[in-house]
């Protein structure tokens, strides 16, 4: 590991598992319908991913889209067997701006219950499909509580194609002190007084790792923790494209072939642990019985960062 103290802080590494075909808002994205019809390479790029955490022995997150989970179940085994924590991407993949209050709730509970039912424990944590949270879905993280969640990872606090929330918190806050429901924005880094992501899926890939090195570490040094998050497809540079534009074409596919060895310095460089450990090791103040919920998760034990804390209505800060 470096000698710097901001690497002996925790960042938090999460994989959204989903598969090659789950890319957003296109024309020639698959239905669900389809999906059980196309040749599926999550199996084999999960597994690599996982060990590759192994190697360093990192303990993390693992979003799994329901319909990944009902489909593979023995890859949500396989990561409990290897001590990391089980989370939901939601089931059917879909934006959260075009659904109803209703029809998010239903998704985010069926995912929730699929996933549960095939791990044997209790689902805390939950990511938006494209971190598609915006001003216009205020009903987001009360119906995430609605559906027994425990903390969310979605809030994307800059300006993206799907959603983002340009003033949003920076650092993990507080959303419902009562019920001990605590929103993780994806991290960001301030360029030139703009908030930039270098963390995760097209910018993990597109900016140098000395960048994200020292981005890393400058999120550290101000108390909050790194938060990570890859896509399996991102290690496997020859699977099946979609039919896209240019603009997104870059945007979905470039430098594929730089991920795997990024992950491997990030997770070799820098403490990882997972939400759940980083919230049992961070409580907010709150009487919740929370700490007591996240050592269900038998999770690794990891030294704890300082923690930020705010409040929010309704999800968005």
Known sequence: MADNHATERSCIFSIDVEDWFHILDLPSTPQVSEWDALPSRVEANFLK????????????????????????????????SRGHEIASHGFGHQLVYRMTSREFYEDAAKAKETIEEIAGKRVLGYRASGFSVTLE?????????????????????????????????????????????????????????????????????????????????????EGRPAIFYVHPREIDPDHPRLPMGRAREFRSYVNLR????????????????????????????????????????DVASTTPSRVQSGNATGGVA
């Open 137 to 221: 879905t205020p009903w987001f993280a009360e119906k995430l509580m609605e559906a027994g969640y425990q903390y969310d990872s979605s809030i994307f606090p800059a300006t993206r194609g799907h959603g983002g929330l340009r003033k949003g918190n920076t650092a993990p806050y507080l959303v419902d002190a009562r019920r001990g429901f605590v929103e993780f924005p994806i991290s960001v880094q301030k360029v030139w007084g703009k908030p930039v992501c270098f963390f995760g899926g097209g910018y993990l890939r597109i900016f140098p790792y000395t960048v994200i090195r020292k981005m890393t570490q400058r999120v550290l040094s």
């Open 258 to 297: 730089s991920t795997e060895s990024k992950i491997r310095r990030l997770v070799s460089e820098f403490k990882m642990t997972s939400f759940a450990d980083f919230l049992l090791k961070n409580p907010f103040e709150c009487d919740c019985g929370y700490v007591a919920e996240a050592n269900e998760l």
């Open 49 to 80: 991913l996982l060990n590759i955490l192994s190697e360093t022995g990192v303990k993390g997150t693992c979003f799994f889209l329901g319909w990944v989970a009902k489909k593979f179940p023995y890859l949500v085994r396989e990561a409990l």
